[in-house]
């Protein structure tokens, strides 16, 4: 049982780590949302089904927290996103002439 | 209840990814910016602090880890609220 | 929230419905239906549902029929395997070294008529592979797509996506 826990909190906290590195590789504002979002979201759920097996008793609190941070993570981001299409900002484009750019050319345009 | 090897790692998994989120939120270059990783941030840490409820075995730490939920959510909304232009 | 004026009146069942999830939610909370807990927490629910419920116009959106519970399930499940795939996609993305991502916005057009199901519409595509809501403007959605391959159509493919979610959405949204 204990392994099985484990093997959940492991599989959150890998989703946490790469929604992580997403945040910091991707090149415009509205990819990191995207990277961020789904895979924290699914890390925090993997997580909390982690530590509902090691504590079977707290079900119901947990419950509530999952269900929260699954109504409440796409609905901040969508905000966020909503925000900066309101300000303008277009999403990045990959420059034709280098292909491995990584630099997004609007950024400065927003804050 | 004491952490195995395993439970260790992912500790430390989170604890990196909380540093890497710190790192967007530190270079910016925008204030969205910095609001999308404040988010992610404090989602990862709601789902640690049921880690920490496991790892000292009190349910207290739930409760705290629900209040902060939302006091986060409702901050990032208000925040997007806060820098979005344009529409009146 | 723009169009919230639209939103149907609530009938009493709506009422009972909100109760209902007041009273489930104080249960959760609490953890222990003991019968104080039962009685305080009905009293609690009662309250706030009189006091709020001309608030929570929301709830106008739910449909409240025998099998609502049954497709709440169904998109439940749907939803889940939409979430997995979208973080293998987004693992495979992230950890490339070549970054593969072209973004491009795509607007759809949803059936779904109330605000609480262009709510979980839009929650829904931002949790699938490659898609991120950016906007509800009455019924279109703003649709970010995090690599928009060559030769593909897109709007289609959006419209696909909106689709697959409204067939369960439906069942229990307006």
């Known amino acids: 049982m204990r392994l099985l826990a484990d093997l959940f909190l492991l599989i959150g906290a890998a989703f946490a780590l790469l929604g992580a590195l997403g945040l910091l590789r991707m090149p415009d504002t509205y990819n990191r949302i995207q ?27 947990l419950l509530v927290i999952a269900g929260f941070i699954l109504f409440t993570n796409p609905v901040g981001s969508s905000s966020i996103a909503r925000a900066i299409h309101l300000a303008g900002i277009q999403p990045w484009q990959r420059a034709a002439s280098d292909p491995q750019a990584l630099k997004a050319p609007q950024e400065d345009k927003s804050a | 209840m004491t952490l195995n090897p395993l439970e260790l790692i992912v500790a430390a998994m989170l604890g990196v990814a909380v540093l890497l989120g710190m790192l967007r939120l530190i270079l910016g270059p925008t204030a969205p910016d910095r609001i999308v990783s404040a988010d992610t941030i404090s989602v990862i840490i709601t789902a640690g602090l049921t880690g920490l409820a496991a790892w000292l075995g009190s349910a207290l730490y739930l409760d705290v880890a629900l209040i902060y939920g939302i006091l986060a959510f409702v901050g990032v909304v208000a925040l997007a609220r806060t820098i979005e232009g344009g529409r009146q | 929230m723009d169009n919230i004026s639209r939103e149907p009146p609530l009938t009493l069942p709506h009422y009972l419905f909100i109760f ?5 939610l104080w249960l959760l909370l609490v953890g222990e239906p003991s019968r104080q807990e039962l009685i305080l927490g009905g009293l609690v ?48 993305r ?27 519409l839009a929650n829904s595509i931002t949790l699938t592979p ?45």
Do not use: C, Q
Request: proline share 5%; charged share 15%.
């Open chain 1, 35 to 61: 990277a961020g979002t789904k895979a924290v979201t699914l890390g925090a759920l993997s997580f909390i089904l982690g530590i509902g097996l090691l504590y079977p008793e707290w079900w119901a609190k």
């Open chain 3, 20 to 24: 209902a999830t007041a009273n489930l």
């Open chain 3, 45 to 92: 629910s009662l309250v706030v549902t009189l006091v709020s419920a001309p608030h929570l116009l929301i709830f106008g959106g739910v449909k409240l029929r025998i099998d609502a519970p049954l497709h709440l399930l169904r998109y439940l499940g749907y939803f889940f395997v939409a979430l997995i795939r979208a973080n293998l996609d987004m693992a495979r």
């Open chain 3, 94 to 120: 992230i950890l490339s070294p070549s970054l593969p991502i072209n973004p491009r916005m795509v607007e759809v057009e949803t059936g779904l008529r109330s605000t609480l199901g262009r709510l979980m």
């Open chain 3, 130 to 174: 490659g898609t991120l809501s950016v906007d509800v403007k009455d019924n279109h959605i703003l649709v970010h797509w995090v690599d928009a391959s060559p030769g593909v159509d897109l709007e289609a493919a959006t419209r696909e996506i909106a689709a697959g979610f409204e067939r369960y959405l439906g069942g229990f949204l307006r």
